[in-house]
């Protein structure tokens, strides 16, 4: 069994993301389906259906009139928003939950991820049409750390003594001593839980986003990531382990300017939405 396998099967012993979000995601891909058969499913669940309503509500989604049923919030504003919803819901709870060992970094990791998700949602403007959710998959991208920190903390510790010794990324210290990384780890949970393709290869590549070429999504959460760790959101040593990535600036034609002016109002908003979370 390799090391990834053996993380991997300690993983399964995560409680499993709630089968309603599982279904309720396939009813959404699936082009046969419509309106009452989502509501269908997510209608048993109170903390779906009632955060789909609570967030068609709020200024994260500033609808024009207010919505009180759940077949009309589906019918209003859409599939992809509603697929949206139910990741960024199911992300809350991921991220709510507490896991043995991952105190530590919890607070750090969240501050981060929630830097990068904000930071993402500003970039927006300058990226192609993206099918998948940027905003969730920027808020995910690390959730493989952790699952690293929780289930292999000895290792985790040598891990981050490596990056200090050799002043290298993060991701070859994983490698070298543990064999995967944890980009790697959280695409095999994200897959697990049937989130869909799209996220899963940008949470893989989210260090190596050249490795996909024809990723957009993969490009912005990594832009995204980099410009959180320059704001000082970093989880710990790692944050001055990477390099930008001037390729993809220059590809989306992203100015010096634009990461400035990103850095320095962004702040208030990851306040906001980091409050969300706690
Ligand atoms: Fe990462
Ligand atoms: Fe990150």
Known sequence: MTRLDEILSRINFLPAIHPTFSRALDLLASPDSDARDVVGVIQYDPAISTNILRLCN???YPIQRRISSLEEAVVYIGFTEVRRMILLIATEKIFTKTYPGYEELRGELLNHSVACAVISKRLLPLSPPLAADLFTTAL????????LSDFVGEDYERILGRVKELKCAFSEAEQEIIGTTHAEVGARILQSWNFPE???????????????PNSPLTHFVSIANIIAM??????????LSYMGFPDLYRRYSIKEK????IMMTASDEIATVQAMFS
């Open 58 to 60: 709020s200024p994260l």
């Open 140 to 147: 995910l991208h690390d959730i493989g750390k952790m699952i």
């Open 198 to 212: 799209e996220m899963t290869e940008a949470v893989r590549n989210h260090h190596n986003p050249q490795k996909v």
């Open 230 to 239: 320059m704001m000082g959101y970093t989880t710990g040593i790692d944050g």
């Open 258 to 261: 634009t990461i400035e002016k």
